[in-house]
């Protein structure tokens, strides 16, 4: 490991480790891609493809986000983008879950769906895009629904978990697990050119709060399908909110929701205040 | 009594964003939702005078009462 380090070392240029010196080192010393980036960021080395990470994102951060488990529950509109996203970032491990293929209606919007993948498990074609992306991110693919049953077991070792469900009663035995998992959950959810985002930490109901008169079926998503863009602002909103759990900074939608209208270009901040009875929103 | 009505997103779809009307004195939540053709499980959230609020909360002179629709895709 030694010679590792120090070949890595004498391969970073201004501090940054270019990617091909990465590969060397892989090649040359039968190592990971997860090893390889371990042991440039233990030893202070920035992996040089997070160089446009530097200025908001430090060595040491990254480093904590390399060693970072989220869980993304869902692997189509949103958790597609959220996967990217992650695994962008350099999130180190990501356990995604979902039982379903990709099918021809996914294609509008579903960034992991080609025509080539009709057919195949979203989870695999996370896997395969993840590798080709940033191949030191480990991912665990889960091609199971998340629920009561099985949750807890799947939310092992994760430090937070996303909602990318397409299913509000699968949302909320998801907020339930995560509740008694003790992790936060990121919570998006959309329909047509509307979308929001919360966060919930352990203890919260704000989950339950936002679908306290549902009873059962879809929301206006079962009208108006979904297009390209509504995901990729919600999944995008998640990932931030993700970032920030994960290096304990900034402000969390925690106890608020953010609404979203992208007709009408609206953004609308409802609080959840922990008393139901202090309850207030700004917009309406 | 006079109660302000504001609606979004898909609630808007030939109706109004805002709307100020003179109804019955104890009026409810329910009454106004069926009046304006919506059904109770279309409603996401209801807010009342900027606090959350259930069907069968009764409307006084002066509220405003606010209907997101529900939203659940991924």
Redesign the interface.
């Known amino acids: 490991m030694e010679e590792a380090v120090t070949f890595l070392k004498e391969w970073a240029r201004d501090g940054l480790l270019p990617w091909s010196a990465h590969c060397a080192a892989v090649k040359h010393f039968g190592l990971t891609h997860a090893t390889v980036e371990a042991l440039a960021l233990e030893n202070g080395l920035f992996p040089a493809r997070y160089q446009r990470n530097r200025n908001m994102i430090s060595t040491q951060e990254q480093l904590q986000l390399f060693r970072s488990k989220v869980a993304v529950i869902?692997c189509?509109?949103?958790?597609g983008y959220v996967i990217e996203e992650l695994a962008r970032l350099g999130v180190g491990h990501i356990v995604a879950i979902d039982p379903d293929i990709f099918e021809e209606h996914n294609l509008n919007r579903q960034i992991l769906s080609t025509p080539a993948t009709l057919g195949k498990a979203k989870v695999e074609a996370a896997l395969d895009r993840v590798a080709e992306i940033n191949p030191a991110v480990t991912v665990t693919p889960v091609k199971d629904a998340f629920c009561l049953a099985n949750g807890l077991e799947l939310l092992a070792g994760v430090q937070v978990a996303v909602?990318?469900?397409?299913?509000?009663s699968y949302?909320l035995e998801l907020a339930e697990v995560s509740g008694a998992a003790g992790i936060p959950m990121v919570h998006?959810?959309?329909?047509?050119?509307?979308?929001?985002v919360a966060t919930q930490l352990p203890g919260d109901s704000t989950v339950q709060?936002?679908?306290?008169?549902?009873?059962?079926?879809?929301?206006?998503?079962q009208?108006?399908g979904?297009p390209s863009f509504t995901?990729a602002v919600i999944a995008s909103l998640e990932v931030a909110e993700v970032c920030k759990i994960l290096l304990g900074k900034g402000e969390l939608l925690r106890d608020r929701k953010l609404?979203i209208?992208l007709l009408e270009m609206e953004v609308?901040e409802?609080s959840?205040k922990k008393s139901?009875?202090?309850?207030?929103?700004?917009?309406? | 009594m006079q109660v302000t009505i504001?609606l979004?997103?898909?609630f808007r779809n030939g109706r109004f964003k805002i709307d100020h009307r003179e109804l019955p004195d104890g009026t409810d939540v329910r009454t106004v939702v069926l009046s304006l053709g919506l059904t109770?499980?279309?409603?996401?959230?209801?807010?009342l005078n900027?606090?959350?609020g259930e069907?069968d909360d009764r409307l006084s002179d002066n509220d405003?009462l606010?209907l997101?629709?529900?939203?659940?895709?991924?």
């Open positions: 869902g189509g509109g949103l958790g909602d990318a469900l397409d299913s509000i949302r998006g959810a959309i329909g047509g050119w509307y979308g929001h709060n936002i679908y306290r008169h549902w009873v059962e079926g879809k929301g206006i998503e009208q108006l979904n995901p609404s209208d609308h409802i959840y139901s009875s202090t309850e207030l929103v700004d917009a309406a | 504001k979004f997103a898909t109770e499980a279309e409603i996401g959230i209801i807010m900027g606090r959350h069907l405003t606010s997101f629709p529900l939203v659940g895709g991924g």
